[in-house]
């Protein structure tokens, strides 16, 4: 079994580049020409190059990168009964999806991640394979409703399908778990972060596993005190992109979770020094926010838009920063 280590635990958020075996098995399931079970297996060898990469750069807590996923709601929305996928919708730039329309009640039928993070889990070298799970908020905020018609009630709806996923891989051997609700962020109000936190006390009570949530960029130093209420071990924040405008907020209203610790820019292709990371940390520990041993390093956001060699060497530098902040404060 892999030891992780005492402090800087290092890991990612969770997609990576997609590498072409998995584009075209996307292509082919949406054709029709292919199985659920055959989808997965031509996605395994894109799935073990995102979990080589992450193992070569030093990542001490892996994912499988996401490979099987169109879209992080998209996914999602194709496996749990009750939706429909509509048309391209803009999100922003040239970035666009196909927007799930929800046109009858939501119904959980078949686990949806565990194929690819057994898969992801058998190569890792016995590191941990993070688990990570598009949140309730999110589905219903990048959905069109046409069932429901009240957005609590569709929120928690989801919460519940998405509680029978993690029971099925906690059964599996899951530790970590991570719920991703970007749409969070887009729309910093106080009673938003509370229907989150209801929605996620619904699929987290009682789960044996480390439980996280990823939330990026916005405003959320303006939801930060409900955030901290959310029944979670981790909070994993983007810090880098935004000149770590969120350090003070964290000081002002005390951290008393695990921190994940963004310190390289997604948006850049621009790879961060070691020496910038490294400073990045001792800016957080002379705050006296939270120890070394709940500081988690990674990126502020999935990798998926970086190139390749770009992604492995963000990667890396947050490795080795790891290394010699370890050694530097008495942690090998």
Excluded at 46 to 63: T, Y
Excluded at 120 to 147: C, E, L, Q
Aim: with cysteine.
């Amino acid at each position: 079994m892999y030891k992780l280590p005492k402090a800087f635990v290092t890991t990612v958020v969770g997609s990576y580049p997609k590498f072409p075996e998995a584009q075209e098995a996307i292509k082919a399931r949406k054709r029709g020409e292919i199985s659920e079970e055959e989808f997965h297996q031509r996605v395994r060898p894109a799935i073990e190059k995102a979990v080589v990469d992450q193992i070569e750069a030093g990542i001490d807590i892996v994912s499988d990168g996401e490979q099987s996923r169109e879209d992080m709601v998209v996914y999602f929305a194709e496996r749990i009964k009750g939706y429909t996928i509509g048309d391209w919708v803009r999100i922003f730039d040239n970035e666009y999806f196909r927007k799930p329309i929800v046109v009858d009640r939501l119904e959980f039928v078949a686990p949806m991640t565990i194929v690819d993070w057994e898969y992801a889990r058998s190569i890792a070298g016995g590191r941990p394979v993070k688990v990570t799970i598009t949140g309730p908020y999110t589905m219903a905020d990048w959905s069109f409703d046409r069932f429901y018609g009240d957005r609590r009630e569709l929120v928690l709806e989801l919460a519940k399908v998405l509680r029978k996923e993690i029971e099925e891989l906690v059964k599996r051997g899951a530790t970590v778990i991570q719920i991703d609700e970007p749409a969070l962020s887009t729309r910093p109000l106080p009673e938003e972060a509370e229907l989150a936190k209801e929605a996620l006390e619904i699929m987290l009570r009682g789960v044996e596993a480390k439980k996280i949530v990823h939330v990026c960029f916005g405003r959320v130093e303006k939801i930060l005190p409900q955030l901290l209420e959310f029944p979670v071990d981790q909070l994993d924040l983007e810090f880098k992109n935004s000149n770590f405008r969120l350090l003070p907020y964290l000081k002002e209203y005390g951290f008393d979770k695990e921190l994940g610790y963004g310190v390289v820019d997604v948006h850049t292709t621009r790879v961060e020094t070691v020496n910038e990371i490294i400073e990045a940390v001792e800016k957080l520990l002379r705050l006296d926010i939270v120890g070394p041993e709940k500081i988690y390093l990674d990126p502020d956001c999935g990798l998926k838009r970086l190139p390749r060699e770009i992604a492995k060497a963000k990667m890396r530098v947050i490795a080795e920063a790891a290394r010699i902040l370890r050694k530097r404060y008495g942690y090998e």
